[in-house]
């Protein structure tokens, strides 16, 4: 009896290690929508909380892009090595009723379609990590600086060009 109980804490043991090694690198167009989509959500909010826990709004619907291709005009290797890589963007909205940031959203985590891993997250002050030197997974074996949270003085469209052309009249 011992001996099947020991067996069933090995075999879970064993389950749930594989389970975060699978994690570890996820290949999304494998995976349905909901389970894709479940998996973004969940790995948007916790690289948000590592990195921005100040940011992290937990009823807040988080928005999933359609699949983009990477660009960059940066030249280090690192970085230029992943043009074209395709990658979804996962959003956290900001409800500008309760608080003013740069940007419309509390943080947006880009993550890699085909292996699961964050590559960037953005926060609605305009601060961000990238993790193209030093892998998310790396990052967080080390104690995590928090990007603190910041409101905005005024919340400013940068797409709005009005007050641009009005400066110049």
């Excluded at 990590?129 to 998310?136: A, D, E, L, P, W």
């Excluded at 005024?154 to 052309?165: L, P, S």
């Amino acid at each position: 009896m011992r001996k099947i109980q020991l067996y069933s804490i090995v075999t879970v043991l064993s389950l749930l290690f594989s389970l975060n090694i699978l994690a570890q690198n996820v290949k999304l167009d494998t995976l349905s929508k909901t389970a894709r989509e479940k998996y973004l959500v969940n790995l948007a909010i916790e690289v948000t909380k590592t990195h921005g826990s100040g940011y992290y709004r937990p009823n807040s619907k988080a928005i999933i892009s359609e699949v983009k291709k990477y660009t960059t005009d940066d030249t280090r290797v690192e970085i230029s090595k992943n043009i074209g890589r395709e990658y979804y963007e996962v959003y956290f909205p900001c409800d500008f009723t309760k608080e003013r940031l740069e940007w419309n959203f509390t943080s947006k985590v880009c993550i890699w379609k085909d292996n699961g891993q964050p590559f960037e997250v953005f926060f609605g002050n305009g601060m961000g990590v990238n993790f193209f030197f030093k892998s998310y997974k790396a990052t967080r074996s080390n104690k995590v600086e928090q990007i603190p949270y910041q409101q905005a003085n005024e919340v400013i469209n940068i797409f709005d060009t009005t007050k641009i052309e009005d400066e110049f009249k």
